[in-house]
């Protein structure tokens, strides 16, 4: 049988989306309750197996540092949706701290979109992209609410550049 250049490159490209639909759904889905909440992006989470709580970090958002102007809010606001409440987790990966990097539900709600919307995070930017949550956090800013009241607030990316991180 010959094969074309075409029919090889047709081939080539049907694995490569089928190897990127693979690696693009959560690596587990888990459900647990909620027993800290870190900052505007971090809580640790009792899962519904038992155990020890552990760390997950919010995914697609970038929430400012606790020690950082809006750092406590964006806290406060996180805990109101998420505190001893039970969420449903679709986990992505684990990050260089060891928490699970997640998308996260609560009766169906995604708080990482409810936290770029209300002004309380940054969408994470992907190298030149910026984010799945761009459009909110336009919304967001246009509506100056949160920490897009300010018009100097800085993305915590930055934040970290210039003053590093505020945990030890």
Same mark, same amino acid.
């Given at each position: 049988?010959?094969? *074309? ?5 047709? *081939? ?6 089928? /190897? ?18 870190? &900052? ?29 102007? $809006? ?16 969420? *449903? /987790? ?19 709600? &995604?708080?990482? $979109? ?19 949550? /761009? ?10 609410? $949160? ?6 607030? /800085? ?14």
């Amino acid at each position: 049988m010959k094969r *074309t250049v075409a029919g090889i490159a047709i *081939t080539w490209i049907r694995f490569a989306i089928f /190897l990127i639909a693979a690696c693009a759904g959560p690596v587990w889905a888990e459900s647990g309750k909620v027993t800290h909440v870190t &900052d505007g992006d971090t809580f640790w989470v009792r899962l519904a197996g038992g155990g020890k709580p552990v760390p997950v970090r919010i995914d697609g958002i970038d929430a400012p540092e606790i020690c950082q102007a $809006g750092g406590q809010a964006a806290r406060a606001a996180l805990a109101s949706r998420v505190a001893r409440r039970t969420v *449903t /987790l679709a986990v992505r990966r684990h990050d260089d701290y060891g928490r699970a990097v997640a998308s996260v539900r609560v009766g169906g709600e &995604d708080i990482a $979109g409810w936290m770029v919307g209300q002004g309380h995070a940054w969408s994470y930017h992907y190298g030149r992209e910026g984010g799945p949550y /761009l459009k909110l956090q336009g919304q967001a800013q246009a509506a100056r609410k $949160g920490l897009f009241s300010d018009p100097h607030a /800085l993305a915590p990316r930055f934040f970290r550049k210039q003053h590093g991180s505020c945990h030890p």
